[in-house]
């Protein structure tokens, strides 16, 4: 269900497939990365964890927002996921806001042009620009970022329901 939490069969199924998808080993195909890794990887062994982090993008802009916002503000978070400790680690840059930050999470889990509550926070109240950290994600949170299901959002105190906002979405790999 958009908006709720997985459970049952299917959430079985989904963080299985992702799971699987996350820990697969090396078939060859496609070019070499410099890492030595193919474009094409993928795995049949479930508990193989090795593989390329995988990396993921969000454009921040005043246009994704929910609810109508007039700000200059433009900004750019991007995030890399180690497949072997399921640590993701993030550095957000902006600029140009119309007040003080007040927030800066990751929502979800809902397609991007939707509403959804915070799932984790990325920086703490009052910060500036560059924002990094880093955090464990569980399975259902890795879940939600390869599906597309969470965007960037950053409250200030004009727009405290968002004043800059993107989708994140998934690199694909430089073969």
């Known amino acids: 269900m958009i908006g709720g939490n997985l459970s049952g069969p299917s ?3 989904i963080i299985s497939f992702v799971w ?19 474009c094409g990887y993928f795995s049949t062994d479930p508990n193989d964890r090795s593989g390329p982090p995988i990396h993921f993008y969000a454009d921040l802009s005043d246009d994704a927002e929910h609810l109508p916002t007039e700000s200059p503000g433009v900004g750019r978070a991007d995030f890399v996921l180690e497949r072997d400790t399921l640590k993701l680690s993030w550095s957000v840059r902006f600029k140009d806001l119309t007040s003080q930050t007040t927030g800066l999470h990751i929502h979800g ?13 990325l920086a703490p109240e ?13 399975q259902g949170e890795v879940a ?6 969470v965007y960037v959002n950053l409250h200030t105190t004009r727009y405290p329901e968002g004043e800059l906002r993107g989708p994140v979405r998934k690199i694909p790999p430089k073969c």
């Open 144 to 149: 939600y970022f390869i599906q597309h299901l």
């Open 109 to 121: 889990p809902i397609p991007a042009e939707g509403l959804a509550p915070p799932i984790f926070d």
């Open 20 to 38: 699987a998808m996350l820990s697969a080993p090396q078939i060859a195909i496609g070019s070499k990365t410099d890492e030595g890794l193919s």
């Open 126 to 138: 009052l910060f500036m620009s560059p924002v990094e950290g880093e955090k464990i994600l569980s």
């Open 11 to 13: 959430a079985v199924l």
